[in-house]
């Protein structure tokens, strides 16, 4: 045998000699059992906590389109966009009736709190007293065509700095499309503080599809 193959062979059997000699303790050591090996135990690993869950979309969430109502006049609001105390608000006229409509100018807009009161309020059409960020078509006449829709936008400031009286929350807004048109309600959180103001944009064309 060569001197390598020697070296190789001398691992092997000092390992075999000390398994044995640790089995032969541990079984004297005993009194002659042998001690079961322990079974392991599977573990649980949970994903990382910077990793976000995957969830499945719920199709059943999604909010029903709103029906269309016998006057042929379909009124939304979107949400708020507030930014450093300023409040500004899309709200839509959608034609869903099937008779041309005519909106113009800056929307006749009154506000009710939540027991239906009105509160006092001066509007500012254009905007411009409230603020300079919102951008004001300028009043102009529109034709919205069945399918079509309108919208304008509403702007006020939170600010509340007199303790003197209680802050202004309107819960309704009341619109009129237009000379001699009807009233339209939808619900809406306007907190105008003590500012007592709410800008008011002109009409202007909504994109298509937008309700």
Request: glycine letters at 12%.
């Amino acid at each position: 045998m060569s001197v390598i193959s020697a070296l190789r062979a001398l691992p092997a059997v000092s390992l075999g000699a000390v398994l044995c000699l640790a089995g032969c303790g541990a079984q004297a050591a005993g009194g002659g059992r042998t001690e079961a090996a322990p079974v392991p135990t599977p573990l649980t690993v949970s994903p990382p906590f910077d990793r976000p869950h995957q969830v499945e979309a719920d199709s059943s969430q999604d909010s029903p389109p709103l029906a269309c109502p016998d006057s042929g006049v379909l009124l939304s609001a979107g949400p708020a966009n507030a930014a450093l105390g300023l409040r500004v608000q899309t709200v839509v006229l959608t034609n869903c009736g099937h008779r041309v409509r005519k909106v113009g100018g800056y929307p006749s807009v009154r506000l009710l709190d939540e027991d239906g009161d009105p509160l006092k309020v001066k509007i500012d059409p254009g905007a411009r007293r409230v603020t300079t960020a919102v951008k004001d078509p300028g009043p102009k006449p529109l034709v919205v065509r069945p399918g079509r829709s309108a919208r304008f936008s509403l702007a006020w400031r939170n600010t509340y700095d007199d303790t003197s009286r209680p802050p202004a929350v309107g819960a309704t807004v009341i619109v009129t499309a237009g000379p001699g048109g009807s009233e339209r309600r939808v619900s809406s959180l306007i907190d105008l503080g003590s500012t007592g103001r709410l800008g008011v944009t002109a009409w202007q064309e909504a994109p298509a599809g937008t309700r």
